[in-house]
C-alpha cells in the first residue's frame, strides 16, 4: 500500500511556533505548534501544545492536548487531558483524561474518560463520561444526549434531548425529554436521573427518584418517586408524582 | 559528629475510611433542606458554591434515609462558611472568595505580619519570597505549638525544612499535622480525616491542628 508523507512547516513572522500540516501520513513529536492540521493520518508522540488544532483525518496523540481551538471533523484520540479555549466536534473525539474548556459544540461524538469542566456546554450530538464523575458547566444545551455514571452541576441546564445522570443540580434544569431522530431507535423515551436538585426545576419526559426544588414543574410523561417542593408547584395531568413533601403552593395547570 | 536521620512521615490509617471514622465522629450534621432553610440560600447558590471550591466536597456526606439518599454537611463548619460567603460575595468575586476561603495547599499567599520568629524565617528557610497556604498552614501551626510546648527555634525551623516537601500535593481540608517528639528531635506526621496517629510510649505527642483551621487562625489573627 502506498503511503504517502506530507508534513508542511510555515514558520509564521510573528510566531516563532511551526505550523504543521498532515496531508497523508505523519508523526509529529511533543512539543508547541502554531496551527496543527491533519487532513491525513496522524500522530503526535507525547503532550502537545498548539495555538489551534484541526482535525478532518484521524489524529492519535499519545499525551494531552492544550490548544485554544480545537475542531475535529474526523477522528481523535488522545491519550491525556485536554484543555482548549474552544471545542467544536462534528466527528469523533475520545479524550482519556479529563477535559476543561470555555466552551464546547458537540455535534458529533464524544467520550471523555473523566471529569468535565466547562463554562458553556452545547451538545447536539452524544457526549459520553465514563472514568469521571462529574460534569460541571455555568451553562449547559442538550438537544442530543448526555450519559455519565455521576453529577452534572450547572447554573442552567437545557435539554431538549436525554440526559442519562445519577444526580443533575444546578439553578435552573430544564429537561424536555421527546422522541426524535436517531435516538428513537436506540434509547428510549423518557431521561432518567435518581436525583434532581435545582432552584427552578421544569421537567417533561423524565423519570426521577427524587426532585427537590424550589420552583417546580413536572410535564406529561414525568414519573417521580418522591418530590420535594418549597415554592410554586405545577403537575401536569399526564405525570406521576408518587410521594409529595415540602411547603409548596399547588398551581392548576 | 554524629549522622543524623530525619524522618518526616506521611500516613494513611487503613483500619477504616477517613469517611467513616469522620461520620462516627462528626454525629452533629446538618441536612441540606435545613441548610437552606437555615441559612436562605438557594439549591443553586449552594451547587454554585461548591463548583467554585468554596464549600470543600468533603463536606457534603451522603447518608442513606428513608427517603432513598439524604445529604448532611457538618453544622458548625457549613454555618460558618455560608455565613463568611454571605459576607464577603458583594465586595470579592467568587475566584478570589475561593482563594480565601478555601486555598489549595499549592495555592500562593502571603504571611501576615507576625511577631513570631519563626513565620518571619519562612522565606529564608524556602529560599523564596512565594510562599503557598500548605506551607504558610503548617508554619503557623508549628510555631503555635513551638511556644506552648518550648520547643527550641533551630528544631522548628529544621523540622520545617524537612516537612516542606511532603507537603506538596496535600489538600487543605480534612488534612491533621500531628507534631511529636521521638528523643531530641521533633516529627511531623499528617494524616486525613478525624483519624489520629498511634504511638507507642516512647513518644511524645506536643500537639496536632488540621491546615485548614491554621490557615483560617492565621487569617484571623491581628496583623
Do not use: A, F, N, R
Given at each position: 500500500m502506498l503511503m504517502t508523507l506530507c508534513i508542511s512547516f510555515h514558520n509564521r513572522k510573528d510566531n516563532i511556533m511551526n505550523d504543521i500540516r498532515i496531508d497523508g501520513t505523519g508523526t509529529i513529536g511533543a512539543g508547541e505548534y502554531g496551527l496543527v492540521k491533519v487532513d491525513g493520518v496522524g500522530r503526535c508522540k507525547g503532550d502537545l501544545r498548539a495555538e489551534s488544532v484541526h482535525v478532518d483525518g484521524i489524529f492519535r496523540c499519545r499525551g494531552g492536548i492544550h490548544t485554544r481551538r480545537l475542531d475535529c471533523d474526523g477522528v481523535v484520540r488522545m491519550h491525556g487531558p485536554l484543555q482548549a479555549g474552544w471545542i467544536g466536534i462534528d466527528g469523533m473525539l475520545r479524550v482519556e483524561g479529563s477535559l476543561t474548556t470555555e466552551a464546547m459544540e458537540c455535534d458529533g461524538m464524544l467520550t471523555v474518560y473523566g471529569d468535565v469542566k466547562a463554562r458553556e456546554l452545547d451538545v447536539d450530538g452524544l457526549m459520553t463520561v465514563r472514568g469521571g464523575t462529574k460534569i460541571e458547566a455555568t451553562k449547559i444545551t442538550c438537544e442530543g444526549m448526555i450519559r455519565l455514571n455521576g453529577e452534572i452541576s450547572a447554573d442552567s441546564i437545557e435539554a431538549d434531548g436525554f440526559i442519562r445522570a445519577k444526580e443533575i443540580v444546578g439553578e435552573t434544569v430544564r429537561i424536555k425529554s421527546r422522541r426524535f431522530g436517531l435516538f428513537a431507535f436506540v434509547m428510549r423515551r423518557s431521561s432518567r436521573i435518581p436525583l434532581i436538585e435545582a432552584t427552578t426545576i421544569e421537567l417533561q419526559g423524565v423519570r426521577a427518584e427524587t426532585v427537590n426544588g424550589q420552583d417546580v414543574t413536572i410535564g406529561r410523561g414525568c414519573r417521580i418517586e418522591r418530590l420535594d417542593c418549597s415554592g410554586n408547584l405545577r403537575i401536569a395531568r399526564g405525570a406521576k408524582v408518587k410521594t409529595l413533601t415540602g411547603g409548596y403552593t399547588l398551581h392548576k395547570e | 559528629m554524629s549522622k543524623q536521620c530525619y524522618v518526616v512521615h506521611v500516613a494513611e490509617t487503613k483500619h477504616c475510611s477517613a469517611k467513616e471514622v469522620r461520620m462516627e465522629q462528626e454525629t452533629d450534621l446538618i441536612s441540606k433542606k435545613d441548610l437552606l432553610s437555615e441559612t436562605g440560600i438557594s439549591y443553586g447558590q449552594l451547587y454554585r458554591w461548591k463548583r467554585e471550591r468554596l464549600i470543600p466536597e468533603e463536606w457534603f456526606i451522603k447518608q442513606a434515609s428513608f427517603t432513598g439518599q439524604e445529604t448532611f454537611f457538618p453544622r458548625e463548619k457549613i454555618l460558618k462558611r455560608v455565613q463568611e460567603i454571605l459576607a464577603l460575595k458583594e465586595r470579592h468575586s467568587l475566584d478570589e472568595l475561593a482563594g480565601m476561603l478555601s486555598p489549595d495547599a499549592a495555592t500562593s499567599m502571603g504571611i501576615p505580619a507576625s511577631d513570631d520568629p519563626l513565620l518571619a524565617r519562612l522565606p529564608a528557610l524556602l529560599g523564596r519570597d512565594a510562599v503557598s497556604a500548605g506551607e504558610a498552614a503548617f508554619t503557623w501551626g508549628l510555631a503555635q505549638i513551638g511556644r506552648l510546648e518550648h520547643v527550641p527555634q533551630k528544631s522548628l525551623e529544621d523540622l520545617v525544612k524537612r516537612t516542606i516537601p511532603v507537603?506538596?500535593?496535600?489538600?487543605?481540608?480534612d488534612t491533621v499535622c500531628t507534631v511529636y517528639r521521638l528523643g531530641s528531635t521533633w516529627h511531623a506526621v499528617f494524616t486525613r480525616g478525624s483519624t489520629r496517629p498511634l504511638f507507642d510510649s516512647g513518644v511524645t505527642v506536643s500537639g496536632s491542628f488540621t491546615l485548614e483551621e491554621a490557615i483560617s487562625d492565621m487569617r484571623a489573627s491581628p496583623c
Open positions: - | 507537603l506538596v500535593g496535600l489538600k487543605l481540608v
